[in-house]
Nanobody, 114 residues
Framework: VQLQASGGGLVQSGGSLRLSCAAS????????MGWYRQAPGKQRELVAL???????TYADSAKGRFTIYRDVAKNTVHLQMTTLKPEDTAVYYC?????????WGQGTLVTVSS
């Protein structure tokens, strides 16, 4: 499984961005798909996750501002981020868990200016 993430960039505080991740490779079952982020000097943390059966989990910091959604047929997952804050600045990583293996995308940088 390979992951290709896109959509990061520079945005002003209060702005919006949409991150996208496409998973390639044969997957016979629906994987878990999610987004994590790592800010400078901090550990990688969960932002949002959608399980194979469609359950969604958000970090407290993402609730009410971010929306994760996926296209099962295309094996893509998106993260719509609104009302962005400077503290959202981080490298965002797409993650897929399939057959008990975890796969990571290359990371896409989101910078929110104040």
């Amino acid at each position: 499984v390979q992951l290709q993430a896109s959509g990061g960039g520079l945005v002003q505080s209060g702005g919006s961005l949409r991150l996208s991740c496409a998973a390639s490779g044969k997957m016979f079952n629906t994987p878990s798909m999610g987004w994590y982020r790592q800010a400078p000097g901090k550990q990688r943390e969960l932002v949002a996750l959608v399980t194979p059966d469609g359950r969604i989990t958000y970090a407290d910091s993402a609730k009410g501002r971010f929306t994760i959604y996926r296209d099962v047929a295309k094996n893509t997952v998106h993260l719509q981020m609104t009302t962005l804050k400077p503290e959202d600045t981080a490298v965002y990583y797409c993650n897929v868990v399939y057959m008990l293996r975890s796969y990571w995308g290359q990371g896409t940088l989101v910078t929110v200016s104040s």
